[in-house]
Nanobody, 124 residues
Framework: QVQLVESGGGLVQGGDSLRLSCAAS????????MGWFRQAPGKEREFVAA????????YYADSVKGRFTISRDNAKNTVYLQMNSLKPEDTAVYYC?????????????????WGQGTQVTVSS
């Protein structure tokens, strides 16, 4: 088990940048594949970005490709989501998630550890 705590959300204007952080506690953080999801009001939680199980490959939703970057620092037990050129449609609660295997990186069911979420609001 790993415990996850997100931070870095806030209210920004369109075109601005934010960096979200997800601090993990517990054992073997480096053995987890990490991902970010988001949930807008009235919508289902959707995939944003993730690492492959071996940590080499990154994946992004089409809606954020070229604007968002996922990264991790295993020495700090932290995963990041750098978000540039933010748009109002990026407004959502952003969740960090961890998985150890099985399932597809873009599906919620593949992840068995979740943070509490951090709110990102982008004004036009």
């Amino acid at each position: 088990q790993v415990q996850l705590v997100e931070s870095g959300g806030g209210l920004v204007q369109g075109g601005d940048s934010l960096r979200l952080s997800c601090a993990a506690s517990g054992r073997s953080f480096s053995s987890y594949a990490m991902g970010w999801f988001r949930q807008a009001p009235g919508k289902e939680r959707e995939f944003v970005a993730a690492f492959s199980l071996n940590g080499v490959t990154t994946y992004y939703a089409d809606s954020v490709k070229g604007r968002f970057t996922i990264s991790r620092d295993n020495a700090k037990n932290t995963v990041y989501l750098q978000m540039n050129s933010l748009k109002p449609e990026d407004t959502a609660v952003y969740y960090c998630a961890a998985r150890r295997g099985g399932g597809y990186y873009y599906t919620r069911n593949a992840y068995d550890n979740w943070g509490q979420g951090t709110q990102v609001t982008v004004s036009s």
